[in-house]
């Protein structure tokens, strides 16, 4: 009775088509937004920022980046740790080279760049499907990691071979490098996440996300209706890209602050991020932060408990997080391929039904 | 001359790592072959295999260190050690049990759905697996000593020393590579005769055209996919065997997945001679590439990536692979 | 019927009132083969603007082959395509359906990820022009075009009378409605030739008799040109001004359903010889 529909008619297309026709969760999203910019920094400190916050933010971007391409697209893609490090070493190079600029451009520039690069990795898909295409994506993974490890101009030519972010500011607050606070990155990566999901939003619900989603659920006949699948899939492998980019910018920057190519952005980011969409739901916004939320809070809290509490060595809790996240991700597939969003949508369902069974 | 017989040597080198590859990617193909699903636990088999062929030679306690953290004991060992075919037959025991697991609790419940979807089920069962593994057995490298001998064979190299002159000291080829061949051999004939000429293995092949079909003339899809499993399982111990005796039995075996996806695209994912040719063609453009290209002008360790830049020219030019089949959309 | 005395126009008007105008596309001995096998040998016929054209024959005549070639899907090894007076050069099916070609298929191709008034605003993608960038803002002209083309596909849901369904995903629907689903899909990129592939198939009497009231309102409203394969004959001499029949990758007959209905070689091919 609470959480209701009945009695709240909408009179136009757009009041139809809004991302939360239910006032209830309106009003909650905008509180929720407002606590996010205005309770939070007050209370955050290192250890929330690096474990928890931080990475939800990081990984929520570049989740719906790769749910644009994979869960939106159709397109299989295990190539997102060497994407995220093409926005990374790009945002490094940025900097080092025009240390006036604002971060937020570098990091844009990440972004843009790691979009070019992902389209040409994504013209073979014209082709291509299923995972012959993983394969392609695959052969990316491995090549980028490999080039930005063996040639030394995108690490400057130091001698550790990483990269390592110098101190940037944005309205007098510093935002990458020792001196910068939790609270301050974390406002950072909010303000992406937060313009990022609702451009991305916005481009899902529109008629390039019909195309997209056209394209994944029987291409040729999307073909036939007028739907240019090239276009489509230069699209998707583009703005995915930028996400993924943008994200891999981040982590370098503001996150890590010193990146090693193979540790940071190998093949196991790119099966995190598989996992955050597919836990969370394929083919949803909210289902890319529910899953980033999920794969980002399941170790930190395994490791509290069984380390914590129970006492156990801390391998014994790595070890669990691989059973526990592989029998997930086997239990979604077979159980609800739309994830935990769905699963939600159906709670949220009965909810609004509530006292009543139907 | 001797910078030939170097090159020739390589080449042999590379023959035999391809061998290896063929053999992860055997299980691959008949897998694929009978239930449309690309298998990606397929290395991590491999891994658990090997892992639990030590395990069960050397005496280890399964989950050891578990109970060792929750009740604060000290277990490790039985104490005993078991003989090497004993152990493997073990293993091999223990892999039909988890294929007949996996059919009951994922394949059964999964048989309509998308290639795609199989795929990443699959994902999920590998780092299930490799959980599993490192619980039971422990993450820390093992050896593994079944008794094939290792290290260089010095009868070849003595009698090839006479090809090159003063300066060749004849080929260095590992007795391991060479056991390895000969047994990938035993294990691909086989596999092909057992297809070909017995009831079960027409069978395999009926259910790998048609799963429709095949159920229509009365074949039990889910004991086949059992057996096609269990074949799977036996070839991964195989390999593991080999590559484990090769670098120890370590994470990185589980790796070896990720390389048997260029030799699929090669040979076709649906061909088991493809998957020999793919594996060899790889194991020899790899080291052939580092060997002229790689090393001396790239700075070396271009094996990571080289055999997926020769998959992706395949891909681009003939997407069938090699031997596999064509494939034509229809609307 | 009635001839019009300008030539070059060629109308006609039928029976029941409905004006049959010019050519509106022609296939000019088409020929298809996949290997060595034959699919389409040397077939020519036309379709008239305003017309119902049937096309039947047993199956693997290569009638679902001709619409894909239609379509642009299959490339024919030999043969013209003339639309709207002019040939056809090469192009690629979604350039073809921005021309005004729509379609359905015979074994139901909607996207079973999306719900119903989805997959008819997918009809309306040719129609939909706004760029990505704009799109991504949405506020403004992205959300404007979206619900003017949102008011059209709900006038075509109107039509077919699936208001109910229209926020249902399509998998979920029974046969029948699927049909009609697909069917709104086609009709929402106003196609001035409208591809029905055994758009009765599976159907029970008082589906059948749903769709060919549909179908018939389509041509009769919008003036929809419409070519349909078929099997159950009754319907296609109900619906269709003139038909094709095929068999073996080969044209047999074309005329009016009574010529065709009359014709030996149709008989013996297709319908079938009555017992005497």
Known sequence: MLYR?????KVSYQADQQTFPIRFDRLFFWALLAAAYFVVPFFINDYWANAVLLPFLIYGVASIGLNILTGYCGQVSLGSGGFMAVGAYTCYKMMTAFPDLNLAFCILAGGVTTAIVGIMFGLPSLRIKGFYLAVVTLAAQFFLVWMFNKVPWFYNYSATGMISSPERTMFGYAITGPNATPAATYLFCLTFLVVLAFLGRNLTRGSVGRKWMAIRDMDIAAEIIGVNPLMAKITAFGVSSFYVGVAGAMIFSVYLGAVEVTEAFGIQKSFLLLFMIIIGGLGSILGSLVGAAFMVLMPVLLKNIMVGSFGWAIDIAAHFEFIIIGGLIVFFLIVEPHGLAQLWRIIKEKMRLWPFPH | MVEFLYGIEVVINGLMAGVMYSLVALGFVLIFKAS???????????????????????????????????????????????????AIAVAALVMLLFAYLVERYILKHLVNQEPIILFMATIGLAYFMEGFGDLMWGSNIKTLDVGIPQGGNFWIEEKTAFLGGEDFYGFYLDTLDIYATVIAIILVSTLVLFSQYTKTGRALRAVADDHQAALSVGISLRRIWVIVWSIAGIVALVAGIMWGSKS?????????????????????????????????IIGIGEKLFEFLIGAPFLGGATENWFAYMLALLFLVFRPQGLFGEKIIERV | MTVSQDAAVQETIT?????IGGVLMEMRNITLRFGGVVAIEDISFDIRQGEIRAIIGPNGAGKSSMLNVINGFYHP?????????????????????????????????????????????????????????????????????ETENRAFAERIIDFLEIQSIRKTPVGRLPYGLQKRVELGRALAAEPSLLLLDEPMAGMNVEEKEDMSRFILDVNDEFGTTIALIEHDMGVVMDLADRVVVMDYGRKIGDGSPEEVRNNKAVIDAYLGVSSD
């Open chain 2, 248 to 280: 120890g039995v370590q994470f990185s075996l589980s790796l070896i997945a990720l390389k048997a996806l260029p030799v699929l695209m090669l040979g076709g994912f649906t061909s088991i001679p493809g998957a020999i040719i793919g594996g060899l």
């Open chain 1, 5 to 9: 529909e009945a009695g709240d008619f």
């Open chain 3, 15 to 19: 029976p029941d009132g409905r004006t």
């Open chain 3, 77 to 145: 090894q030999d043969g013209e395509v003339w639309y709207k007076g002019a040939i056809r050069g090469p192009m690629r099916p979604h350039q073809i359906a921005a021309q005004g070609i729509a379609r359905t298929f015979q074994n139901i191709a909607l996207f079973h990820g999306m719900s119903t008034l989805d997959n008819i605003m997918t009809g309306r993608l040719t129609h939909m022009k706004t760029g990505m960038l704009s799109q991504s803002v949405w506020f403004g002209r992205a959300q404007r075009e």
């Open chain 2, 36 to 86: 449309g699903i690309f298998n990606y636990a397929q290395g991590v088999m491999a891994l658990f295999a090997a892992m639990t062929l030590v395990g069960v030679q050397e005496g280890q306690v399964p989950f050891a260190h578990l109970i060792n953290s929750v009740f604060g004991t000290q277990y490790h060992h039985f104490g005993w050690h078991i003989n090497a075919f004993v």
